[in-house]
């Protein structure tokens, strides 16, 4: 059902209608990406994710942002895949914190086809708990996206992360059509798709355009779209250029204009908030929820890098009202229904 509603929303936009969009004035940017989120997803409530690495470091890709590139000097220590029981065990503490939703992440350009069986035991065993499961493991073969898809994932996270011009300056390893690749596979084996990026990568805003853009035009747009600001880590190209020139750090309204120009343009997406929060204040965070952002990571860590953590997230849920959401497909569901009547 989400699936047929999702395919009437509008993928043709041009890159001048988003750029309208970007430039509106805050205020009417805001009032309208409001009156979209209130028209598809239930007002005040967030998706509470955990995320969890389960294979650390030693990745052979070349991410200019990321920490378990082997070409950063980050000091992140490469590891194994976890034991499927350990994973098992950290996603039951996860459920019985509140999280609705277990994301995992593994650094690998691609997994090799002797993981899989772990991979697929991992997903069944989450699914059994009853979290809704999402998986970034790098690009997938169709044999792949096929086995997770039986297996029951929900969801596969992968990042175009920026626009397609600006692509091969933060990778060199992997093109912009790998990834568009990869994500055509997920959705012909019927598993949602997850898909967004950073910003704050000393990118322009014709680069947030057609990032935005590149999302928002595709066949069908991501079921979840996750918006990360650059967590700069030292050791990585991004990392220690942001350092040398602090001034090109995202300036917060811009990064709350590009989550609202993310919700007005993927109506029915999720929208999450995702990497970032940890130097975020709550005022820009605040506004982001008005911009239409309905999913948080929670936990004091991303995948190697720090996260806001429990305490600070139920006090700012708290002092804004916000409740966390309990499932949003049905939710969705019925939104959509109502406003197609
Ligand atoms: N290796 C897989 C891949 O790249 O698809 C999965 C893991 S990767 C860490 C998942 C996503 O995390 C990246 O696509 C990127 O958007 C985001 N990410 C990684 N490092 C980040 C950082 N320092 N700041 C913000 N986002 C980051
Ligand atoms: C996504 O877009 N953000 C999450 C998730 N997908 C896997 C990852 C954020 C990683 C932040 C940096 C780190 O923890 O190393
Ligand atoms: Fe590897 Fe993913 Fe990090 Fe790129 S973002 S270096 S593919 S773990």
Redo the contacts with the bound molecule.
């Keep these: 059902m989400i699936r047929e509603i999702m395919s009437n929303q509008r993928t043709d936009w041009t890159r001048a209608e988003i750029a309208a969009v970007f430039d509106l004035p805050f205020d009417e940017l805001l009032f309208q990406a409001q009156t979209v989120h209130r028209a598809h997803h239930a007002a005040g409530q967030i998706q509470l994710c955990t ?1 969890l690495s389960i294979k650390t470091g030693g990745c052979p890709e070349d991410c200019g942002y ?3 590139s082997v070409k950063a000097d980050s000091g992140v220590a490469a590891t194994k895949l976890m034991d499927v029981q350990a994973v098992l065990q950290k996603a039951a503490e996860a459920a019985d914190a509140g999280s609705r939703r277990f ?1 995992m ?1 593994a650094a690998w350009r691609n997994p090799k086809d002797r993981d899989m069986p772990a991979i697929v035991q991992i997903v069944q065993g989450v699914r059994a708990m009853g979290m809704e499961t999402c998986m ?1 493991l790098g690009m997938l073969t169709p044999a792949q996206a096929d086995m997770l898809a039986d297996a029951g994932l929900d969801y596969y ?1 992968h ?1 175009i992360d920026t626009s397609p011009e600006r692509y091969n300056e933060i990778i060199t390893t992997r093109t912009m059509d790998d990834r568009l690749d990869t994500l055509s596979e997920v959705r012909r084996a019927g598993i949602n798709v997850c898909s ?1 990026g950073i910003v704050g990568m000393g990118e322009t805003r014709a680069d947030r355009v057609g990032f935005i853009h590149t999302l928002a035009t595709l066949p069908q747009h991501p079921e979840s779209v ?1 918006v ?1 600001a650059l ?1 700069p880590v030292k050791g990585t190209v991004l990392g220690d250029m942001l350092a040398d020139t602090p001034l090109a750090k995202i300036d917060d309204i811009e990064f709350v204009r590009t989550i609202a120009v993310a919700r007005i343009t993927m109506p029915m997406s999720m929208v999450r908030l ?2 970032g929060r940890e130097s975020m204040s709550e005022a820009t965070q605040a506004l982001c929820f008005m911009a239409g952002a309905n999913s948080i990571f929670t936990g004091d860590k ?4 720090a996260n806001a953590g429990d305490d600070k997230d139920a006090a700012l849920l708290s002092k804004l009202g916000l409740r966390p959401m309990e499932s949003e497909e049905p939710l969705r569901a019925c939104k959509a229904l109502e406003a197609a009547e």
């Design positions: 995320l990321c920490s378990q994301c992440g970034t996270n990042n967004g996750p990360n967590v995702s990497a991303l995948l190697t890098a």
